[in-house]
């Protein structure tokens, strides 16, 4: 599905966003990088972006990783 025909969405997340849709904190996200376990990411100069595949991608794995430790 492209953003590019939906007004008022983004291709990416800035990482207050993407805590707030996800809601986590940014030191439990910054956590999450640490274990490699975060969110891919873009950097553009310093700025982090978390794209919206990126984000979708991770939310697969985080509930795959879940289902599995569930079992």
């Not at 800035?14 to 849709?21: H, I, K, N, R, S």
């Not at 982090?48 to 697969?60: E, F, H, N, S």
Request: hydrophobic residues 40%; aromatic residues 8%.
């Amino acid at each position: 599905m492209s953003l590019e025909n939906i007004p008022g969405q983004h291709a990416a997340y800035t990482v207050a966003e993407f805590c707030q849709a996800y809601r986590i904190s940014r030191s439990k996200l910054y956590q999450l990088w640490d274990a490699d376990i975060g969110p891919r990411v873009l950097k553009i100069g310093a700025k982090i972006l978390i794209t919206i595949d990126a984000a979708r991608d991770w939310q697969r794995e985080r509930e795959a990783a879940s289902e599995t430790q569930a079992a």
